[in-house]
């Protein structure tokens, strides 16, 4: 009997769109602290601005699974991606450090969000039996960008400008959502279909 490739359109479709969203992510860690100093930001504040991300990223997984009872994963998935595209265009448009913090701290947001419904909605694509397989091959766009993009962001920034660099970072978010908006919907399951009340007991249940 021939086994049935897992490779659907849903599946390969949030392949490509997340592979372009840690494009931009790989791109932007080198990046960023040199725009920083570039601004006229200390040491101290490029350090603040840089981590901040990952602090908002962990602290809004903490209500991932809660968020579930009451949103989709495609439409979380979707401000998420969002979020990254408004942090992203507004980082040369508001060049203090106050303004900058807030933005990093919604591109954090972003980033725990889509990083975390990227990943359990490619698993519901997914067979059981190919559910391990299916995510090795998930990462594997993960780990491609993140040899790639530092050379492109790089490359941007010292042959064109920081703007040149903003705007190929937001066409390719625009080309994430673009992919995602063509996956096909699917029924949530009932666990996640009702609307509950807050449970810290539930936050920390695993979203798939």
Not at 108 to 118: C, D, K, S
Not at 121 to 143: H, I, N, Q, R, W
Not at 157 to 177: D, E, P, T
Request: proline share 3%.
């Amino acid at each position: 009997m021939k086994k049935e490739s897992f490779w659907t359109k849903n599946f390969t479709l949030l392949f490509f769109s997340n592979a372009f969203l840690f494009m931009v992510y790989n791109m932007q860690v080198p990046v960023l602290p040199l725009y920083g100093a570039k601004i006229g930001l200390n040491n101290s504040q490029i350090g603040v601005f840089v981590g901040m991300l990952m602090f908002a990223g962990i602290t809004v997984r903490l209500f991932a699974n809660q968020l579930i009872y009451i949103f989709s994963k495609r439409k979380l998935l979707f401000l998420g991606i969002s979020l990254y595209l408004i942090a992203t265009v507004g980082y040369p448009l508001l060049a203090t450090f106050s303004l900058l913090l807030l933005l990093r701290i919604v591109n954090g947001i972003g980033h725990g969000l889509a990083t975390t419904y990227f990943a359990t909605m490619a698993a519901d694509e997914l067979p059981p039996k190919s559910l391990g397989t299916g995510m090795g091959y998930f990462g594997v766009g993960e780990t491609v960008t993140a040899s790639l993009a530092p050379v492109l962001a790089l490359s941007l920034v010292q042959q064109v400008s920081y703007n040149s660099f903003f705007v190929a970072c937001a066409v390719i978010l625009v080309l994430a959502i673009a992919l995602l908006l063509l996956t096909n919907k699917k029924e949530q399951s009932e666990r996640f279909s009702k609307k509950e009340r807050f449970s810290f007991k539930k936050m920390f249940i695993p979203v798939f």
